[in-house]
């Protein structure tokens, strides 16, 4: 585990999973500084279908400029960064590669520790995201309702 204060950690966050490159800058507690998508809407469509080589190759064009401009957005330079997680699947192996390798350059570079996620874990565990669930209780107060809390309702 990176050191220091976990809420004040800084981690870049790279997804490459199918069609859309994204990253994210994320706090520790939660808080997201920064987030960019390149979308690859209309790509695919005279496929019917997302085309794995497309998508690669889209993502391998997308990735550089996807996660500078995020950190840039962040306010952050990248040795700032505590670490740095990627989709390691499921996903399309071709796409999760480009991610990966990405990821696994940026941690190198700069000496970060890098840690794989799960996709589908991920999407899960967004519901108990510290930041999320901030947001949740704030709008829960705002309209007067009390909703029980369901932290894991999909594992």
Not at 9 to 26: F, H, M, N, P, Q
Not at 71 to 99: D, F, H, K
Request: overall charge negative.
């Amino acid at each position: 585990m990176p050191a220091g204060d976990p809420a004040e950690w800084l981690v870049l966050g790279i997804e490459s999973s199918c069609d859309d490159t994204a990253a994210a800058v994320v706090r520790g507690d939660g808080s997201i500084l920064a987030h960019r998508v390149a979308s690859q809407v209309g790509l695919h469509e005279q496929y019917g279908g997302v085309k794995p080589d497309v998508a690669c190759k889209a993502h391998a064009a997308a990735i550089q400029a996807t996660v500078d401009e995020t950190i840039a957005a962040a306010g952050i330079q990248p040795q700032r960064l505590t670490a740095v997680a990627v989709t390691i699947g499921p996903g399309l192996s071709l796409c999760l590669q480009v991610g990966v390798r990405h990821a696994l350059h940026i941690a190198a570079q700069h000496q970060l520790p890098w840690i794989p996620v799960h996709h589908m874990e991920a999407h899960a565990l967004m519901a108990a995201m510290p930041g999320v669930l901030h947001q949740q209780q704030q709008q829960q107060q705002q309209d007067g309702q009390q909703h029980p809390k369901m932290t894991f309702p999909a594992l």
